[in-house]
């Protein structure tokens, strides 16, 4: 029998049960669209840090190793490293050193966190992130140094509820005015809060303790070659301070996210563990409530073999209806989750890609196979006589 007609066998027996099919297809659906969902959340975010790091930030960054691997270290890093980094700066081609202190106030409410970054009031928020541009007000200026005043990113003034004047509240210690808004142009400046240094050190009791030190080239091609050589210093290196290339960022990032795809991918598999075992019991019920219907293509001359690629067929065909609405349920997932962050940050948190796609539909297809492989054996094995005895 050709293929298609035995898929269309294989749909009307999945036909003569309508309800029990949707709701195991439902089951399935759900499972398989979390997993998607979770795995979407990696793509998206690796779109962001690709496209923002790729373009902004220090062509080096120096911080302690405990911290090294984050965006925003913590702030316990010994500031008298900046002054041996001016020091070799001449023989390493090291053009500008930003000294850092950022830190972030999580809550409860995504809306009302923060990131403080905190950088010298002479070197300004271009010292890092380069084209931001004042939508209200003005950018940080040399006469800012010591002051508690602060520039937000358009988002970040959005979600806190502050314009010009206004006080930022940093900790219960301290507090700064608002002197600037950024226009909307980078997911990151956007949810950042950009004060002078010694407002966010002083406001989080930390003394003159730095987040990182960032460093720019005169060639940026040689940030490799300076990253070598600062980690043979002993007053670098030596000290067990990390040395990261915007590449290292960004690659430290994808681990992360790596790591977390794949907590993503064990979670759902429980799941998905159990959406094969309701396909296996749906055909499991269906083979023995059919009992006399293979009895019967036995005795006209059916062979085993087909009974059982009939069966398997069904399986096939009951996850694949899973995997599609799956991934419906992904998509409706995602879109959703972009609203929020697109209106929480500025840029989209979730991607469906094709190759995620590829993926829910293999899933679904090796499920359904897997699935399929004990019920048509046991229907394999009905005989003219099982059916007999269901008379």
Known sequence: MRTVDLLRLAGLGLLRRPVRTVLTALGLAVALGGMLIFLSLGEGLRDVFAAELGTVGPDLQVASTRAGETLLPH????????????????TLGITALTPVAATIR?????????????LPADSGIDAMFTGVRPAQGRLLDPGDAGKNVAVLGAKAAQNLGLGLGDPLELTRRGSARVVGILQPESALTDTFAFLPIEAVQRAFGVGN?????????????DADRVAAALAKQPQV???GLKISTRADVVGNIGKVLNSADILS??????ALIVGGLA????????????TREFGTLRAIGARPAFVRRLVLSETVLLSVLGGVMGLGLAGLGV?????????????N???LTPRLILVGLGVALALGLLAGLWPARSAGRVTVVDALGRL
């Open 75 to 90: 702030m316990d890093m010994n500031p008298a490293v900046v002054e041996t980094l001016k020091k070799l700066s001449p």
């Open 106 to 118: 999580q809550s409860l409410d995504p809306a009302q966190s923060a990131v403080f970054y905190g």
């Open 209 to 221: 303790n730095l987040s990182l030190v960032a460093l720019r080239l005169k060639n940026p091609a």
């Open 237 to 239: 290196g030596g000290l």
């Open 265 to 270: 991918v064990c979670l759902s598999a429980i």
């Open 279 to 290: 396909v296996v019991n749906t055909v499991l019920m269906g083979v023995y409530e059919r």
């Open 335 to 347: 879109r959703g989750i972009n609203v929020y962050t697109q209106n929480l940050a500025g840029f």
């Open 349 to 351: 948190g979730a991607a």
